[in-house]
């Protein structure tokens, strides 16, 4: 998608390939066991034992400042439903936990599959180049590598995206930050994009044969939607809105594809339709 990319040059693209390239990506689990020496857990002091644990964290870390980085450090246990992009490792990470329904089916169709943790693989992906971590180059390193006029052609477009989603209203006047939720939206917008591209390259991808009445375009954003299903209380909606670098499930469901060219014509979506949004204000990114 990088090489197709018409408000980029070449030379930015060059950089952008050799970043992609440098992915360190890490699946499952860790080879190398934390034993957690020196932690001491007691069953009978639920809050000492989460201050221990939080002194046990800081205290290693503080032993690993001034020794070599350990880039195959996986930095999160196996049992995690959660996945992560390091800027200055340059990897993305994928515990097992994650790898399980509704994000992955091996018994799934592509559709889902590809519209699940293909999307949070690509998401992660996309961090590489978010507002973020666009800052740090294939080895990490906080290094500008765009031409001047790409980067302000990408901050044209961050803005954009931050003016859509400041739009989204979750409480009565309380609407999502777009400034605070960019590298997520970001995050959303290009790895939705890869990874629809990806399944358009499956035997399923190519085909229109529906299951369950849908077509493969339509399961692969309904899966989409499916990841972000939840329920929240009002109290705790505001109280997220305002510290949460993720937008809510609601508008993460719809804050890519309405960018997308290929859910209008998955849903046929049309001018007057409530998400309908005109070629010319559909962000292009990734």
């Given at each position: 998608r990088i090489k197709g990319l018409e408000w980029m040059s070449d030379e930015?693209?060059?950089?952008?390939?050799?970043?992609?390239?440098a992915f360190e990506p890490k699946v499952g689990y860790t080879t190398k066991w934390e034993t957690y020496t020196g932690l001491n857990i007691n069953k009978a002091t639920y809050f000492q034992n989460l201050r221990n644990a939080s002194v046990w964290g800081y205290n290693e870390n503080v032993n690993r400042l001034g020794k070599p980085v350990d880039r195959t450090r996986f930095g999160m246990t196996p049992p995690t439903v959660n996945a992560s992009y390091?800027?200055?490792?340059?990897?993305?990470?994928?515990?097992?936990g994650i790898l399980q329904f509704p994000f992955f089916d091996p018994n799934?169709?592509?559709?889902?599959?590809y519209g699940g943790i293909g999307a949070v693989i690509g998401h992660e992906m996309s961090h590489g180049f978010d507002d973020s971590g666009s800052q740090y180059d294939a080895k990490g390193n906080l290094k500008n590598?765009?031409?001047?006029e790409d980067r302000k052609k990408f901050e044209?477009?961050?803005?954009?995206?931050?003016?859509?989603?400041?739009?989204?209203?979750?409480?009565?006047?309380v609407h999502v930050i777009g400034k605070l939720t960019m590298g997520e939206n970001i995050g959303d917008l290009g790895g939705l994009n890869a990874a629809y591209t990806a399944f358009k390259m499956t035997k399923q991808g190519q085909s229109n044969e529906k299951i369950d009445g849908f077509t493969p375009d339509q399961r692969f954003f309904l899966a989409w939607a499916q990841v972000w299903r939840g329920n929240i209380l009002p109290e705790s909606a505001a109280q997220l809105i305002k510290t949460d670098p993720h937008s809510?499930?609601?508008?993460?469901?719809?804050?890519?594809?309405?960018?997308?060219?290929?859910?209008?014509?998955?849903?046929?979506?049309?001018?007057?339709?409530?998400?309908y949004k005109k070629p010319e204000d559909r962000i292009r990114m990734w």
């Open positions: 930015t693209k060059k950089k952008a390939l050799e970043k992609l390239a390091s800027p200055t490792m340059n990897s993305i990470t994928f515990p097992a799934a169709d592509d559709a889902l599959n590598w765009w031409t001047a044209e477009k961050t803005k954009a995206l931050g003016e859509q989603f400041d739009a989204y209203t979750v409480l009565d006047t809510p499930g609601p508008y993460r469901t719809i804050g890519a594809p309405v960018n997308m060219d290929a859910w209008y014509s998955a849903f046929d979506v049309k001018p007057g339709d409530k998400l």
